[in-house]
């Protein structure tokens, strides 16, 4: 591959990817940057450029649609691309605008056409007469008559998100807190996150870490963060003893370990375990008690994560492949268990710079039945007295507290445990007894928790 502009030619390979073969931008740009050698300068450029124009691709694509003497989907798809990240250069960086539009139409001319470049050049001048501002102005609806319109178009979320997240905020920290923190909220969705590491315990301590330049966490005792730095670097990453995790996912897997439990401590269960961050974790802690624990993961392709997760945490913890909705197991096996639930991931858009626009809201309810079958087997699953996890990085309402609602109305076996007290130290986890995190208050994904014990009775 010829070109006299690495970054922008592996931005814009990324975008085609991402919509071409719905690929993961951040899989896929690293492995660019390594395959074509891009120094670091060129590097930081395409990572900039390629997750800003995909977070805010709904945005530019409304921009986009005024400029463009056509309908969007009638561009060729590469078309459209090109003009996204010629948009984001244009309304988002410090890029010159004559610079921004000459790398495009150039850009333009190496992977497609002369065409291509003609329209480009005419399409992102009419992009370019305006700032951003202005163009919000232009274009997005009245804050005061349609506060999640604006905010949609503003923040670059999709309306029922914005108001999916918001109904959320409203829930857990009341209406009118709310109504002041949406904006930090898909605010802070917008910022990419540092990288979060874990100091698996009795592997790892977190003072080692910070003689290797992290800084010591917020809250998990297990947690460091690395900034910008390459975890990579770290010898305890390598053998894994330590490695790259979010601090809500540790605080909420600390949570369910450290919750108080009368009787056996020994035998754990992850219920839908892949890739593997939580049950390295558990495990790692289960280790200490003399105790191992089973991960059980749908996909064949993330079962095999797992397995390489666990495979350095000491003890005789096992990956299975197997579907949670129909354990494998008898019923009542075990002392603590984890649902980390598939979910749509509202709770981690800052990490996946294209997610926000793939998913749609129709996706919830269909996500919201696996969910209830799979906290019902998670209890089905845990001793009497043993306690369940139920944990999403979704603060969706109907994927959070609504399924926990819904699982408990239909059990007699069932108590629920605060976990706020499980959390030391954690601020504004509002009135419990189920917990939700949020990236603009705690620094961390919104991850939500909430904490059941198994009774001796039996099931509706
Ligand atoms: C949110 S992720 C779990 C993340 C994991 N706990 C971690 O910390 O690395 C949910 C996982 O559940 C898996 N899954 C989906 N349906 C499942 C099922 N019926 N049984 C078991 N796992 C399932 C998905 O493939 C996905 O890997």
């Known amino acids: 591959m010829r070109t006299s502009d690495p970054a922008r030619r592996a931005a814009y390979d990324t975008l085609r990817a991402v919509s071409e073969h719905d690929a993961y931008a951040n899989l896929v740009l690293p492995g660019l940057?390594?395959?074509?050698?891009?120094?670091?300068?060129?590097?930081?450029?395409?990572?900039?450029?390629?997750?800003?124009?995909?977070?805010?691709?709904?945005?530019?694509?409304?921009?986009?649609?005024?400029?463009?003497?056509?309908?969007?989907?009638?561009?060729?798809?590469?078309?459209?691309?090109?003009?996204?990240?010629?948009?984001?250069?244009?309304?988002?960086?410090?890029?010159?605008?004559?610079?921004?539009?000459?790398?495009?139409?150039?850009l333009a001319r190496e992977v497609l056409h002369e065409g291509a470049a003609r329209m480009s050049n005419a399409v992102l001048r009419r992009v370019g007469r305006t700032d951003f501002e202005g163009w919000v102005e232009q274009i997005a609806p009245n804050p005061q008559d349609d506060p999640e319109g604006f905010l949609a178009l503003f923040r670059a979320?999709?309306?029922?998100?914005?108001?999916?997240?918001?109904?959320?905020?409203?829930?857990?920290?009341?209406?009118?807190?709310?109504?002041?923190?949406?904006?930090?909220?898909?605010?802070?969705?917008?910022?990419?996150?540092?990288?979060?590491?874990?100091?698996?315990?009795?592997?790892?301590?977190?003072?080692?870490?910070?003689?290797?330049?992290?800084?010591?966490?917020?809250?998990?005792?297990?947690?460091?963060?690395?900034?910008?730095?390459?975890?990579?670097r770290i010898e305890a990453v390598?053998?894994?003893?330590?490695?790259?995790?979010?601090?809500?996912?540790?605080?909420?897997?600390?949570?369910?370990?450290?919750?108080?439990?009368?009787?056996?401590?020994?035998?754990?269960?992850?219920?839908?375990?892949?890739?593997?961050?939580?049950?390295?974790?558990?495990?790692?802690?289960?280790?200490?008690?003399?105790?191992?624990?089973?991960?059980?993961?749908?996909?064949?392709?993330?079962?095999?994560?797992?397995?390489r997760a666990l495979q350095p945490i000491p003890g005789l913890h096992k990956a299975i492949t197997a579907d949670g909705t129909k354990p494998a197991w008898r019923t009542g096996l075990f002392d603590?268990?984890?649902?980390?639930?598939?979910?749509?991931?509202?709770?981690?858009?800052?990490?996946?710079?294209?997610?926000?626009?793939?998913?749609?809201a129709g996706d919830v309810a269909l996500l919201a039945e696996t969910q209830k079958k799979l906290l019902h087997a998670a209890l089905d699953s845990a001793r009497p007295d043993g306690l369940v996890a139920y944990v999403t990085c979704s603060p969706h309402l109907a994927?959070?507290?609504?399924?926990?609602?819904?699982?408990?109305?239909?059990?007699t076996d069932v108590a629920r445990v605060d976990v706020r007290p499980y959390l030391p130290g954690v601020p504004e986890l509002g009135d419990g007894p189920d917990v939700q995190l949020w990236p603009h208050v705690h620094g961390t994904d919104a991850m939500y928790m909430a904490l059941l014990r198994r009774e001796d009775a039996a099931r509706d």
């Open 399 to 411: 994927e959070t507290r609504l399924v926990v609602d819904d699982v408990l109305r239909r059990r």
């Open 238 to 307: 390598r053998r894994g003893r330590v490695a790259v995790q979010d601090e809500g996912s540790q605080l909420v897997a600390l949570a369910l370990a450290e919750a108080k439990l009368t009787g056996d401590d020994e035998l754990w269960l992850d219920l839908c375990a892949g890739p593997g961050g939580k049950a390295a974790l558990l495990a790692a802690t289960v280790a200490q008690r003399g105790g191992r624990l089973i991960a059980a993961e749908l996909a064949p392709h993330r079962a095999r994560l797992v397995k």
């Open 33 to 106: 940057l390594t395959e074509r050698r891009l120094d670091t300068r060129d590097a930081a450029l395409a990572t900039e450029l390629a997750y800003g124009t995909l977070r805010a691709q709904g945005t530019y694509d409304a921009i986009l649609a005024t400029c463009v003497d056509r309908p969007l989907d009638q561009l060729d798809p590469e078309m459209l691309d090109l003009l996204r990240l010629g948009a984001h250069q244009l309304l988002a960086t410090r890029i010159p605008p004559h610079a921004a539009v000459a790398a495009t139409v150039d």
């Open 157 to 232: 979320h999709p309306r029922w998100i914005v108001s999916a997240l918001w109904d959320s905020l409203a829930a857990h920290r009341g209406a009118e807190v709310a109504h002041d923190e949406i904006d930090d909220l898909l605010r802070a969705d917008n910022e990419r996150p540092g990288v979060t590491l874990v100091a698996r315990p009795g592997m790892a301590d977190v003072e080692d870490l910070i003689e290797e330049g992290a800084e010591p966490g917020r809250y998990a005792r297990t947690a460091a963060y690395l900034g910008h730095g390459d975890p990579g």
């Open 336 to 360: 603590r268990v984890i649902a980390d639930v598939p979910c749509t991931g509202l709770g981690a858009l800052r990490r996946r710079p294209e997610a926000r626009w793939r998913r749609g």
